[in-house]
Nanobody, 119 residues
C-alpha cells in the first residue's frame, strides 16, 4: 500500500556533497517525511524530518550542513548534504508517517541507500 523509493547515495570525499531523493507511492495522505541513518554497529538515528505544515527539524550533528525539503504534490522528500564528513557514512533510510483512511497512522520505510564519505 505504500512504497518509498530512494536514490542518490554513493561515495564522496570529505567536504563533498550528495543529494538524496525519496518518492512515495501511495493513495494515502502522508503526515511527516524524513531521513534516518544507521552506521555499522550503531542504532538507527534521526537525521532530519519535515512534519506536515511545520518547520524542519535536524539532528545536532547535521545542523547547518544538511537541508531537508519536501514536495507535497509529488509526495517526495529530499536531503541535500553538504560539507560531508566521514562520520556521516551510513545507510540512509527514507521514512514516512502515513495516514490511512481510518485516520490510523503507520510508519513506512524505504529500502535504504548507502552513503560513504572517504577521508
Amino acid at each position: 500500500q505504500v512504497q518509498l523509493v530512494e536514490s542518490g547515495g554513493g561515495l564522496v570525499q570529505a567536504g563533498g556533497s550528495l543529494r538524496l531523493s525519496c518518492a512515495a507511492s501511495t493513495i494515502f495522505r502522508i503526515d511527516s517525511m524524513g531521513w534516518y541513518r544507521q552506521a555499522p554497529g550503531k542504532q538507527r538515528e534521526l537525521v532530519a524530518v519535515v512534519p506536515s505544515g511545520d518547520r524542519p527539524e535536524y539532528a545536532d550533528s547535521v545542523q547547518g550542513r544538511f537541508t531537508i525539503s519536501r514536495d507535497n504534490a509529488k509526495k517526495a522528500v529530499y536531503l541535500q548534504m553538504n560539507s560531508l564528513k566521514p562520520e556521516d557514512t551510513a545507510v540512509y533510510y527514507c521514512h514516512a508517517l502515513v495516514v490511512a483512511f481510518s485516520g490510523a497512522r503507520f510508519d513506512s520505510w524505504g529500502q535504504g541507500t548507502q552513503v560513504t564519505v572517504s577521508s
